[in-house]
């Protein structure tokens, strides 16, 4: 298990500032997705009991109902704790020292990226949407000089603030460090000549 | 086949059965291992750590336990079957 005390490449003095996931509205739609697929059929099935066990005593019918129904139920569980390990283990953690995204793609794929805090150049927070406003929850975009390198964080609360938290981190680091591997190397700006 | 009659064992429909429950103990296995592996040691995680394991094996003793209640043994006939909806 990880420990935000101990982050993989720990450096000393660094400690965890931040801890994202996304936003509980993830949460709630899996619940009632959870509802809708797993806990409203058994209600019908115990509402509508006297015909089920009806079903159930016929010599073809019920075994194949009964493996229907086993297949049905053990398959939606099993998805529903998918997803919600999915919600859980997608993380996004923001030292004293760098960005760490951690995101978990189905059962089979895990991503880990890592940034420091110097080579990052812009922060971007973008909510758009009525449940995302009303909410606030929305989404953090972290660029470096490359831009082929950059960190999405989806859905998280108050994305605003997090940018804030995020630029005073960096400035606090440049005043510590001054700039990072990537701003040294970027390229200086094209001069245009006029003729 | 039994007196020129085709004979189903009804017992072929455990094949993909336990086939899904195979798949089913596979992947709550490494839904477990990602969780105890991967995640920010907490209360929560151990709450769902929990919840998942015995809800897991829970519904699977149900299923098996519903799967139980039937013979197996017996086998239908495709006459049998097709004679009415009273026989299904």
């Known amino acids: 298990m990880m420990n935000l005390d101990h982050l993989p490449n720990q450096q000393k003095d660094e400690k965890a500032e931040l801890f994202l996931r996304r936003h509980w509205i993830a949460v709630v739609q899996l619940v009632f997705m959870f509802f809708l697929t797993f806990i409203l059929p058994i209600l019908l099935l115990f509402a509508f009991r006297e015909t089920v066990l009806d079903w159930l005593s016929r010599p073809l019918l019920g075994p194949v109902?009964?493996?229907?129904?086993?297949?049905?139920?053990?398959?939606?569980?099993?998805?529903?704790?998918?997803?919600?390990?999915?919600?859980?283990?997608?993380?996004?953690?923001?030292?004293?020292?760098?960005?760490?995204?951690?995101?978990?793609?189905?059962?089979?794929?895990?991503?880990?990226?890592?940034?420091?805090?110097?080579?990052?150049?812009?922060?971007t927070s973008e909510m758009s949407g009525v449940l995302e406003t009303l909410l606030?929850?929305?989404?953090?975009?972290?660029?470096?000089?490359?831009?082929?390198i950059k960190f999405h964080f989806k859905a998280i609360d108050n994305p605003e603030q997090v940018k804030h938290q995020i630029l005073r981190l960096v400035e606090q680091d440049r005043a510590r460090h001054g700039p990072g591997a990537m701003a040294r190397q970027a390229p200086p700006p094209v001069q245009e000549i006029k003729l | 086949m039994q007196d020129g009659q085709i004979v189903i064992p009804l017992a072929i429909l455990l094949i993909p059965y336990l086939l899904f429950v195979l798949f089913y103990l596979l992947y709550c296995g490494l839904?477990?291992?990602?969780?105890?592996?991967?995640?920010?040691?907490?209360?929560?995680?151990?709450?769902?750590?929990?919840?998942?394991?015995?809800?897991?094996?829970?519904?699977?003793?149900?299923?098996?336990?519903?799967?139980?209640s039937f013979d197996w043994h017996q086998a239908l006939s495709l006459q049998e079957l097709f004679s009415g909806p009273a026989t299904l």
């Not at chain 1, 606030?136 to 082929?148: F, K, L, N, P």
């Open chain 1, 65 to 123: 109902l009964a493996v229907l129904l086993s297949i049905y139920f053990l398959g939606m569980w099993v998805i529903s704790f998918v997803e919600l390990t999915d919600y859980y283990l997608d993380t996004w953690i923001v030292t004293n020292e760098r960005v760490i995204s951690i995101e978990q793609m189905g059962l089979f794929k895990r991503v880990a990226s890592e940034l420091h805090l110097a080579d990052i150049q812009d922060v």
């Open chain 1, 136 to 148: 606030s929850y929305g989404d953090v975009i972290v660029q470096t000089s490359s831009a082929a």
């Open chain 2, 31 to 68: 839904n477990l291992h990602n969780l105890v592996r991967y995640g920010i040691g907490s209360r929560l995680l151990w709450n769902i750590i929990i919840v998942f394991s015995v809800g897991s094996l829970g519904l699977l003793i149900a299923s098996m336990a519903l799967m139980a």
